[in-house]
């Protein structure tokens, strides 16, 4: 599927109106920086013109592409599919109108049509896909910064929005895609396609529900042995399941085997949506952690808060050795707590908080580092920041900052050397949990 | 306590060197546009300028002022309320080193001098109080915006992180102290204070834990009869407990007894700091909700992970009346989904979320609205927030708009209306249930 995520060539069929679906696809694919061929096609011809750069819209396809975009009225389709089937390998189709409104016969000619001529469908109905890493941003949603997430979504809306808000959680992707029908191509293909693709550290999956269970646990099975993989299941309740047939026609069937098999094939469910993005963004720089944790903070009651998430998620507070306990009382403060959560104490600066992480990162009870810092009116959050960028710790680090603008700086300088802020002790706590099911 | 909270004057003692407590309390005051008498004093004596404005500072006390804020080294403060006792109502004592590193005789002389003059404190070891209507800004924590919510915290650093962490999530506060030690003034003191204060909507208590559980137990029961309470309480687990220990020297008890107290006076008991917000967000709007909840959404997957967590916090995804489903089909495109959630697909517009808000909210079966819109690309997001606001509905209206920058105007409208946007389908759910708790 390398013709899907790292195309060296695309036409986009549609219209090229200001506004029009298949205009912002090409806006998008241009201002992405994709540079390979790009082909308008619409049977009126003209020019069109985006990012500064004119395109000759061609009224037919008469070179072969790597991928087909396709946004034209659903009724026309197949005939398409079946006419430039000979030029292309894989075929996105975003138009909707197939069998999600009862137009189950289009469906099965659009497949048939594309079956006969090689060509893999994605989609219909679906909000499109990127390769982030070849700058391929072939959807009309918000692009994204690279990374390593690859993020697979049954709604394209649900996409779309965590695609807009990843950007805000500092997340970096390597793809998306929207499948919509999952006419040809389904959940457990892109499953096996990120498991193998090297710019993908994680992979997330949004679904409601799967047509064929015994493929999707393999792929499962297959790409959960190779990476992290995170599932969102929408439609567990009465109502919610319900509510996804109507929407994505899925039949979301019990909720329980579908858990029973995430669990079995080594996933890591989150139940919430705001959860995918901090188990995305632990594992961006993670693959794992072991259970027992330290907790070095610079304010009590935060460090609190973070060892009763962490008991509560049946992680350990991890019991300090004599000789850590030792070196630390050495340098450290006498007010200061050097029992777990250490409790450096308001005035903790740079030299405190790397010699603390770096002893405590040595001590062999311990398996993860959560550090809290709520910068206090005379100390720079960046000083802290710098602390943790800079002490040599073989361990994973879950940072914690907090306090809204005060930290801003210091977040900011954390994400440049790829070490990602949870804003709350609460969610560092839940990203070590979900760091710690990967190392069974 | 209004002398605390709405003074007519203040008076604060420490150093006035750049950078010093004392001088950023004295900044705070002054930037925060208090409009009493503000009294420097340092027996040094001199001057201080702070955002343009010269004072000079006295050697001594000599006229009475409401309120004292006392930033110098611990021993010298029992001798300086004696001192000055005749003159003051409640002195807020910043300073550290009294019982929480084990001089427990310095700080039972300190209440001591304070009770001969009939003087109240809070602290010592605390950050401060903001009186946010009365324009006092008594603490060292960055200033927050007007609004409903007073925040009662134990931890200084909890508190202060949590103050600028309401200024991001566009939470408007009443007042907030920080009372350290609890020497003399508790939280059950703060609760009932805040219980019949009329600029307070709702009441956030940090704690880890309480002195006299009897006294807490009647303060609580007396504030949650007039106003919500939102508890979180830190020292819930095992080692949770025994850093809390070390922290505050809070005996934490046993968390089962706090929780049924907690439930016993009608207080709602958050588990995150996050939510702890959330709460506040949701209380400042209304005071209350009922369990039957409409969802109404542009797109599905949004949609079903709202239903989900609805029905799993154990709200009734409200069933709609016959009347409500035959006007909604009177308008509504036929791919709409008129059963509850209802789908208003990609290409709602004002038109369509207005009209169909106003149809539901009369029906008789719904108790609360929870509005989803991820906007496509070629709807604004502030149109559908218009929507939201023009509708006329008299029942709790929750939104969740997301999708980052793109809902960011949207998101802005909302909130110059006073409705305020959850950034998730889950935590929208949960407003609604926290809501729901005080509908008893």
């Known amino acids: 599927m390398d013709y899907f995520f790292y195309p060296s060539s695309v036409a986009v069929f549609g219209s090229f109106k200001k506004g029009a679906i298949a205009h912002e696809i090409l806006r998008n694919v241009v201002e992405g920086g994709f540079e390979g061929k790009i082909i308008p096609v ?84 679906c909000a499109g896909i990127f390769g982030v890493h070849g700058n391929f941003f072939g959807s009309f949603e918000v692009r994204v910064n690279p990374g390593g997430l690859a993020l697979i979504s ?45 710019n993908t550290k994680v992979i997330a999956l949004y679904i409601e529900g799967v047509r064929d269970g015994r493929k999707f646990l393999n792929a499962l099975r297959y790409a959960a042995a190779r990476k992290p993989v995170i599932i969102l299941k929408a439609g567990k309740s009465k109502s919610g399941a319900r509510a996804a047939a109507s929407h994505t026609g899925s039949l979301a069937g019990s909720y329980e085997i579908y858990r029973a098999a995430f669990r079995q094939a080594g996933a890591i469910e989150v139940e919430e949506m705001e959860e995918l993005f901090d188990a995305a963004r632990a594992f961006e ?30 992680l350990e507070i991890a019991m300090l050795s004599e000789k850590t306990v030792d070196e630390l009382r050495s340098f450290l403060p006498p007010q200061c707590s050097v029992k777990n959560p250490v ?72 994400e440049r050397h790829g070490i990602k802020n949870f804003p709350t002790p609460e969610r560092a706590a839940k990203a070590i949990r979900w760091l710690s099911m990967r190392d069974l």
Chains 1, 2 share one sequence.
């Open 285 to 314: 720089m993670y693959s794992k952690a072991g259970m027992r944790v330290a907790v070095i903070t610079n304010s009590g009651g935060p460090g609190v808060l973070a060892t009763d998430k962490l008991e509560r998620l049946g």
């Open 154 to 198: 049954q709604s394209g809306a649900f996409g779309g929005a965590a695609l807009a808000m990843g950007n805000d959680e500092g997340i970096g992707f390597s793809a998306f895609v929207s499948y919509g029908n999952a006419a040809d191509l389904n959940e457990s293909d892109f499953l096996e396609y990120f498991a193998d693709d090297e």
């Open 343 to 414: 409790d450096l104490i308001a005035d903790a600066d740079y030299e405190r908080y790397r010699r603390t992480m770096e002893v405590v990162c040595r001590d062999e009870n311990v398996d993860a580092l959560l550090v809290i810092c709520v910068p206090p009116i005379f100390l720079s959050s960046e000083e802290i920041a710098r602390a943790i960028i800079e002490a040599s710790c073989d361990k994973p680090v879950i940072a914690n900052f907090m306090a809204g603008e005060l930290t801003r700086d210091g977040v900011e300088l954390l």
């Open 42 to 125: 619409n049977p009126k011809g003209g020019t069109v013109e985006v990012a500064g750069r004119a395109f000759q819209i061609r009224e037919r396809l008469d070179e072969a592409v790597d991928t087909a975009i396709i946004a034209i009225p659903a009724r026309l389709v197949p005939s398409l599919i079946d006419e430039i089937g000979p030029l292309i390998k894989g075929a996105v189709v975003i138009s909707a109108g197939f069998s999600e409104v009862g137009n189950e016969e289009l469906e099965r000619e659009l497949v048939e049509k594309a079956k006969r001529h090689g060509v893999r469908v994605i989609g219909p109905n």
